[in-house]
DNA sequence: AATCAACTCAACCGCCCAGAG
DNA sequence: TCTCTGGGCGGTTGAGTTGAT
């Protein structure tokens, strides 16, 4: 027998997630926890599969992931447990906080395994993510993180992602923001109406309030400045407890 | 400047497992 | 014990990006 599908496919949005509709899952899961991951999506008032909506805050929105480049000792990390592991990429991703399976998959399937067939070590600043880094720092200009002890985490190496508002995360997960943050960010200051039943009915408004706090709107033009703001005014709140 | 190939990584798919009834 | 359901995992895909020519 075969078995159901995870939920209702007619219907379902599918793809890339918009700023939006991230917004609309980190609000709900901030307000209400996930729960049941397959009535999360209707509850919350997204058009998507239960799984996806999982995935998505797993692999993404997830307050504590760290993003950006992996550094030397965590890549050699991976290399050793998945010697003594294999494809297990959720152990491994227990073994580093802050990386997820599916990133530490991306990460082996990508470099760790050619680096090994080739048995060959990696050139200093010919890594990809190095350049990338260095791309933005070149066409956004020098943003840098004084705290951050580890040069790759405070390097933002995605900025390149079609859908520009998804970045936003990015940029603010580098930062190891807590849950302040994202109340802040969702209440724009002003804790009385944001923190109220959300449902897409009202997200436009959320939106708006969330893209009036930072800057310039979540627009695909002009986002450099939206995202630069956001970016600035998270390192304002980098002294708020840890989650 | 245009084209093509290589690369990256977010997202999807399908299967497996554990727990509930 | 069996069936059903939801969560989680690993493999794979494909759109977007970058570098080479």
Known sequence: MGRAPCCEKLGLKKGPWTAEEDLILITYINQNGH????????????????????????????????????????????????QELGNRWSVIAARLPGRTDNEIKNVWNT?????????????????????????????????????????????????????????????????????????EVFSGGDDSSAT?????????????QFSNTFGSGLSAEGDTDFWYNLFSRAEDLLDLPDF
Request: proline content about 3%; hydrophobic content about 30%; aromatic content about 6%.
């Open 196 to 208: 109220s039943d959300f449902s897409a009915g009202n997200s436009d408004s959320q939106l708006l």
């Open 111 to 183: 470099h760790l395994k050619k680096r090994i067939h080739n048995n060959s070590q990696p050139k200093p600043e010919t890594h990809l993510h190095a350049i990338r880094s260095s791309h933005f720092r070149q066409s956004v200009g020098t943003v840098s993180v004084s705290n951050s002890s580890q040069h790759s985490s405070s390097e933002i190496s995605s900025l390149t992602t079609a859908a520009a508002g998804l970045d936003a995360y990015t940029v603010m997960d580098s930062l190891e923001m807590d849950e302040s943050f994202w109340s």
């Open 35 to 82: 729960g049941n991951w397959r009535a999360l999506p209707k509850r919350a008032g997204l058009l998507r599969c239960g799984k996806s909506c999982r995935l998505r805050w797993m692999n993404y929105l997830r307050p504590d992931i760290k993003r950006g480049n992996f550094t030397k000792q965590e890549e050699e990390t991976i290399i050793k447990l998945h």
